[in-house]
């Protein structure tokens, strides 16, 4: 009986760690997406997949971004959960928006 009793809280200890183990792995820090977004937008312009305008436009709202980042770590000195997830949300935004941009085939026809 011990046996059984001692199998399933193993089991369910197990069961609580996996999807922390699982949800941990794929997240980025703030600053590796930052990075990441701004080589994205760098490519973009290399290739003539986007204009200046458009650059110029995610450039400004990367920046406003990483003052927020500031200002929560400033408040706090680390981030919380929810600040955490507010920045990766807006981050995700930011990289759609730039797939989008980079996709449009607008070819810097506005000047």
């Known amino acids: 009986m011990k046996k059984i009793a001692l199998m399933i809280a ?9 999807p922390t183990a699982a949800s941990a792995a794929p997240w980025q820090n703030v600053n590796q997406r930052q990075t990441s977004i701004e080589r994205r937008i760098d490519q ?4 003539g997949q986007l204009d200046r305008r458009e650059a110029v436009r995610l450039r400004t709202e ?4 990483s003052q ?5 770590r400033r ?9 955490r997830r507010d920045l990766d949300q807006r981050l ?3 990289a759609a ?14 000047r």
Not at 62 to 65: A, G, T
Not at 75 to 83: D, H, M, R, T, Y
Not at 97 to 110: E, I, L, Y
């Open 62 to 65: 990367l920046r406003q971004i």
């Open 10 to 18: 193993s089991l369910g200890i197990a069961a609580t760690a996996l």
């Open 75 to 83: 408040s706090g000195g680390g981030l919380s959960v929810s600040e």
């Open 68 to 72: 927020l980042e500031n200002r929560y």
């Open 44 to 47: 973009g312009i290399r290739t």
């Open 92 to 94: 995700d935004r930011l």
């Open 97 to 110: 928006r730039t797939q989008v941009q980079k996709h449009d085939r607008n070819r810097g026809h506005r």
